[in-house]
């Protein structure tokens, strides 16, 4: 566990660029040996409004490594977070419970709060608004979206004391996760159940892509699937139901627009307040 901690520790860009782009590189192909849905579209046309969130959200992340990097160095310094109250553990008890943490702040946190505020909700709703969920959603985040995740995160190494070869390794983790789940693969109903025990599959994570709550507001998890089932957010669906889009905003020609993507937080919309019906 040490080598693999010291690797992350150093992990060269290279490498990340390599795990982000081999990831989508590999998902892209299963999704055409074995697709959940048979979309018409073309999937490069498709996949370009995708692929520029993906870049912005690249930009925002690598020009804001420094404060990543300077947070981590000051709460292990300074012997801060949960880390430090378990530091006569086993390493690998210790790393799966800073990866296990940072995926609740990093990830699940700031998911479920962007989907409770409004105007949060209008952000994040250019990830939503993707009607044909494949591999390339995964990083369809508007740039203040990138931003608010990130703040989410350094909060997150703040709570948890976490070195840098942790907050890496999540990273990593977090790229492959994402790029699985969104992945438009059919995998066998049961064997996608099973890893639902225990860390986000696609069935499970593409419910929360359907188009109508209380759906939309379900499955919030990124990796681990325990932070839906202890606060009462997972749900299931059967998945040929599945709609993808959000049923207020249909327009997709807009929806796959750049353009029309960047101005989508600013327009006026309120969030249902009452209890959604049971679809």
Same mark, same amino acid.
Request: charged share 10%; aromatic share 24%.
């Given at each position: 566990m040490e080598l693999i901690l010291d690797y992350f520790q150093n992990i060269p860009t290279t490498h990340r660029t390599i795990l982000l782009v081999g990831g989508i590189s590999?998902?892209?192909?299963?999704?055409?040996?074995?697709?959940?849905?048979?979309?018409?579209?073309?999937?490069?046309?498709?996949?370009?409004?995708?692929?520029?969130?993906?870049?912005?959200?690249?930009?925002?992340?690598?020009?804001?490594?420094?404060?990543?990097?300077?947070?981590?160095?000051? $709460? $292990?310094?300074?012997?801060?977070?949960?880390?430090?109250?378990?530091?006569?553990?086993?390493?690998?008890?210790?790393?799966?419970?800073? $990866?296990?943490?940072?995926?609740?702040?990093?990830?699940?946190?700031?998911?479920? $709060?962007?989907?409770?505020?409004?105007?949060l909700w209008m952000i994040h709703l250019v990830h939503h608004s993707d009607h044909k969920v494949d591999t390339t959603t995964g990083n369809r985040h508007h740039p203040l979206e990138s931003l608010i995740r990130f703040c989410f995160t350094l909060f997150g190494v703040i709570i948890v004391g976490a070195p840098i070869g942790y907050i890496m390794l999540y990273q990593s983790l977090s790229v492959i996760s994402t790029q699985f789940t969104h992945a438009n693969i059919r995998l066998n109903k049961k064997v996608d159940k099973l890893i639902s025990y225990f860390f986000v599959s696609p069935d499970m994570h593409k419910i929360h892509h359907h188009y109508r709550l209380p759906y939309t507001d379900a499955n919030y998890g990124n990796i681990f699937s325990i932070w839906d089932r202890i606060f009462g957010t997972y749900m299931d669906l059967d998945r040929e139901k599945l709609i993808y889009g959000v049923d207020v905003f249909p327009d997709e020609k807009k929806n796959s627009n750049i353009k029309d993507l960047l101005k989508q937080p600013f327009q006026k919309y309120q969030r249902p307040t009452h209890e959604p019906k049971k679809y």
């Open positions: 590999f998902f892209w192909i299963l999704e055409g040996i074995s697709p959940l849905f048979i979309f018409n579209y073309k999937k490069w046309l498709h996949a370009i409004p995708n692929f520029f969130f993906t870049l912005t959200t690249i930009i925002i992340n690598f020009s804001l490594a420094f404060l990543l990097l300077n947070t981590s160095d000051w $709460v $292990v310094s300074n012997e801060i977070g949960v880390l430090y109250f378990i530091d006569n553990l086993p390493l690998i008890i210790k790393i799966f419970v800073g $990866v296990l943490l940072l995926d609740f702040f990093g990830a699940f946190l700031a998911h479920y $709060v962007e989907h409770r505020f409004n105007f």
